[in-house]
């Protein structure tokens, strides 16, 4: 049974650059979490799908959007990139809305030059 | 301000002894507790957990205790083995919220 997955795998783009990043929960788990990891810090929340709806939203600046598609994977995007934007970007799904144990993917490693 | 802390950014212990991590939150409504453990290259893998109702969850090498009263949990692994050797994180959340908030992380070094 695949885990979660996320593409791609390594992303290295310009400032002021668009990405997408993509992540496909675990088969049955309806919720989608999205974490940016930098350097030497721990993850920290951006956004939580649930049944395709927006639940919840970190302090990101309106450039990080996502979305959840009808087969729950996700999307997150983020737009005029920054050299601070430049982290591991982390996916994770549950089954519900509660926060038991979440499972997370391998991570999108963004650098942006 | 951080809301969830790691005091200690690395711990190095010998094979066969026992690792104790540490972790501080400020939140009051925190009622969850998570740890995970993360190899470079991968994401975080779940550990264990615990909800405020327990003061203690075990699992095979691995114990979580609880201080509600101190704010303050912990990580025994015992007995701890080379390929335990990794970054650990203490997340915590209410457990009807959006969100984990992760603390900075331990690097744990188990020598041979």
């Known amino acids: 049974d695949a885990g979660v997955t996320q593409s791609p795998t390594h992303l290295i783009k310009t400032r002021g650059q668009h990405v997408t990043l993509r992540c496909s929960p675990i088969?049955?788990?309806?919720?989608v979490s999205w974490y940016q990891q930098v350097l030497g810090q721990g993850p920290q929340f951006i956004f939580q799908?649930?049944?395709?709806?927006?639940?919840g939203r970190g302090n990101f600046p309106d450039r990080f959007s996502a979305r959840q598609f009808p087969n729950y994977s996700s999307e997150l995007n983020v737009n005029a990139l920054l050299l601070g934007d430049s982290a591991l970007y982390l996916c994770?799904?549950?089954?519900?809305?509660?926060?038991?144990?979440?499972?997370f993917g391998q991570g999108t490693r963004l650098t942006v030059v | 301000d951080q809301q969830v802390k790691q005091n200690s950014p690395s711990l190095s212990v010998q094979e066969g002894r026992i690792s104790i991590l540490n972790c501080d939150y400020t939140?009051?409504?925190?009622?969850?507790f998570l740890w995970y453990k993360k190899y470079p290259a991968e994401g975080p893998t779940f550990l264990i957990s615990?909800?405020?109702?327990?003061d203690k969850n075990e699992d095979g090498r691995f114990t979580v205790f609880l201080n509600k009263s101190a704010k303050h949990l912990s990580l025994h692994i015992v007995p701890s083995q080379p390929g335990d050797s990794a970054v650990y994180f203490c997340?915590?959340?209410?457990?009807?919220?959006?969100?984990?908030?992760f603390g900075p992380g331990t690097r744990l070094s188990v020598l041979p």
């Open positions: 997340a915590a959340s209410d457990l009807y919220g959006q969100n984990f908030v």
């Open positions: 994770a799904s549950t089954w519900g809305l509660e926060n038991t144990e979440a499972f």
């Open positions: 088969s049955g788990h309806k919720s």
């Open positions: 799908y649930y049944e395709k709806e927006e639940r």
């Open positions: 939140n009051s409504m925190f009622d969850y």
């Open positions: 615990i909800s405020s109702i327990k």
